[in-house]
């Protein structure tokens, strides 16, 4: 696997012009409310879309009519984006919003961009922000209330990707979100199953007016939700655009809701909000030959996401082993000799994660500079260098962090702890953009702190987000030296979060974009589905359906009730502590029709959706 520098430039392809010359002006855009059937929360079988000319796909029926529609009247993949998550804001409040954060990927057939709209820590805050009595907090501590809340950055980044690559006027993006809003939308089976499951959202009032019935249960799914103060919020936005987020009397409703929280306060400042900026970063992209032959340009975030490197360096690692010439077993699961390498590989990666990345802003690349080159993390030869410590027997907790380049990092190995959350959106339009973009309040209902600005004790509104406790609690190591990812003032918290498109390398065409939510295990929710489309032939739904695994550090965590005792047993054998656990992924991907035998063949697009939550695809 090999480290591309800078920005993906590809040159312009005949076809691609071709085919933006074929598409009509944006039409008027006027949304239709979609009376969807909701999945169940739980498994639900999914078929996978095969659509022509573009399509989406989002976590929620509702998000991805919104996207379609927009689609439909002549919008670009950003401008779709912009209608999925106003809606999931509302639909999904749980998982994203417009007080959280995200990245986008986007490619416009000729370049790939990065867009960043993480948050950030308040400039009050410092590395002792979750330390009580000279300890780190428990997480849940640290998570409820202000303290928790950076600056939100999600809308600032996409009406900074919407000035470069909208189509349609940005109010128009908002019609769908207020439509529903105002209109209401029904409970669908996950949020009600969340809302019920939450230990801390009802010490918040104005969430238990708005999430719960008068005798306090969840409300019933099916029941009609209003949200008149997320319809204000953002009417208010549509006119004014990101910066009514950041300034005037939403902004300070955000702001009071932090700084006044009866127990557990935190640092957030109008000065915090009013400051914020999100980036548009170089992406990493890195070439990857497939077991079949073929290559491909891989392409994700750089840090603050630790998710491109980490997803790069597990399968630049596999393929200098000889996971390449193992298949899938009969059974179509993956059997206990590849996942005994995945989750070797996965240990080194996520040792190498814990040692080096962080904001780049803040922490240096291994080429020893602020804002310098990550290459040596991908480098073929370390990749080579680090397969070659995967050995018969796990290594199980005793992954240590390598050395990718001459300078060894002064940093900490920083602890495990928590990570939750998040939604995914993938979108390919008839323009020839791809887009790939995570979003984010951290873990389920965020800091569980609600904000509803025209009516501060009324239920409605908006979600504020966790964001900060994706910091390490402890800023220091056993051995006292600083870790990479601790708090510091402005500083954006590291993040799995793994948006991703795929490229053949021979021609330069998209062939994937994907994603996941899911904590730490985004990243390896991304790469299963990655490796089973372009290693094993499967479709997007069919990569997707695998079962989940992963390795985050000692234990070989697999999805539970989803492989058979044989495969358990060898694991064990191999000397993994191998736990069969829940693990809910939420993927969402679309690919060509080509790519795959099972995907119909032809020039258009397949796209999958998790069947673990509510997401479907749709376009034409």
């Not at 502590?577 to 693990?583: T, Y």
């Amino acid at each position: 696997m090999t480290i591309l520098r800078r920005s993906f430039t590809l040159s312009t392809l005949a076809s691609a012009a071709l085919l933006a010359a074929c598409v009509t002006a944006p039409t008027n855009f006027s949304y239709q409310p979609y009376q969807q059937p909701e999945g169940a929360s739980g498994i639900t079988d999914k078929p996978g879309w095969a659509t022509s000319k573009f399509a989406v796909a989002a976590a929620n029926p509702l998000a991805t009519d919104a996207g379609y529609q927009v689609l439909k009247a002549g919008g670009s993949a950003v401008d779709a984006a912009i209608a999925v998550q106003l809606v999931l804001g509302l639909v999904e409040p749980q998982s994203s919003g417009i007080a959280g954060g995200a990245f986008l990927l986007h490619h416009d057939g000729k370049k790939t961009e990065a867009f960043d709209g993480r948050e950030t820590a308040p400039a009050a805050a410092d590395e002792n922000l979750f330390m009580k009595d000279g300890k780190p907090m428990t997480f849940d501590e640290g998570l409820v209330g202000g303290r928790s809340v950076g600056v939100p950055g999600v809308m600032r980044m996409l009406e900074m990707a919407h000035k470069q690559y909208g189509k349609l006027p940005w109010a128009k993006l908002f019609e769908p979100a207020i439509a529903l809003a105002e209109g209401g939308f029904k409970v669908s089976p996950r949020l009600n199953t969340l809302v019920k499951a939450d230990a801390h959202l009802k010490k918040d009032p104005v969430a238990t007016a708005y999430f719960y019935k008068a005798d306090g249960d969840a409300r019933d799914v099916g029941f009609n939700v209003r949200n008149q103060a997320y319809a204000d919020v953002l009417k208010a936005m549509a006119a004014q655009g990101s910066k009514v987020m950041h300034e005037g009397p939403i902004a300070q409703a955000i702001v009071d809701k932090v700084q006044k929280h009866p127990t557990n306060p935190g640092k957030l400042t109008m000065a915090d909000m009013a400051g914020y900026q999100p980036k548009k970063r170089d992406p990493i992209c890195a070439d990857y030959k497939a077991s079949t032959g073929k290559e491909y340009v891989i392409c994700g975030m750089p840090p603050p996401s630790s998710g491109m490197i980490a997803v790069g360096q597990i399968l630049g690692t596999l393929g200098a082993t000889n996971a390449g010439n193992i298949q899938l077993e009969p059974d179509g699961l993956p059997g206990p000799g590849w996942l005994h390498l995945y989750t070797e590989a996965s240990r080194l990666a996520f040792a190498d994660r814990a040692q080096y990345l962080g904001d780049p802003d803040f922490v240096p690349a291994p080429d020893g500079k602020i804002g310098g080159n990550w290459s040596a993390m991908l480098a073929p030869a370390y990749l080579a260098q680090r397969a070659s410590l995967i050995k018969a027997t796990s290594m199980k907790g005793d992954a240590k962090p390598g050395e990718p380049s001459a300078m060894r990092s002064a940093f900490g190995k920083a602890a495990d702890q928590p990570e939750y959350g998040t939604s995914h959106i993938s979108i390919v339009d008839a323009y020839g953009n791809a887009l790939s973009m995570t979003t984010t309040i951290e873990a389920a209902f965020g800091s569980r702190q609600m904000v509803n600005p025209s009516n501060p004790t009324a239920g409605g509104g908006f979600l504020l987000n966790n964001e900060l406790t994706d910091f390490n609690f402890a800023p220091n190591d056993a051995a006292g030296k600083p870790t990479a990812n601790r708090v510091q003032p402005n500083k954006r918290p590291r993040s799995s979060m793994s948006p991703t498109i795929v490229f053949d390398k021979a021609d330069g065409k998209v062939v994937l974009t994907g994603g996941s939510p899911g904590g730490a295990l985004i990243i390896h929710f991304t790469a299963k589905t990655i490796y089973g489309m372009l290693n094993w032939g499967l479709n997007a739904q069919q990569a997707i359906n695998l079962p989940n695994f992963a390795a985050l550090g000692a234990p070989t965590l697999l999805e539970e009730k989803r492989f058979p005792a044989s495969t358990v047993d060898s694991l064990k054998a191999r000397g993994h502590d191998a736990r069969e656990q829940a693990m809910v992924s939420g993927l969402q991907a679309i690919g060509r029709a080509n790519l795959n035998p099972a995907s119909g063949g032809g020039s258009g697009w397949f796209g999958g959706a998790d069947p673990r939550r509510e997401g479907v695809v749709r376009g034409d």
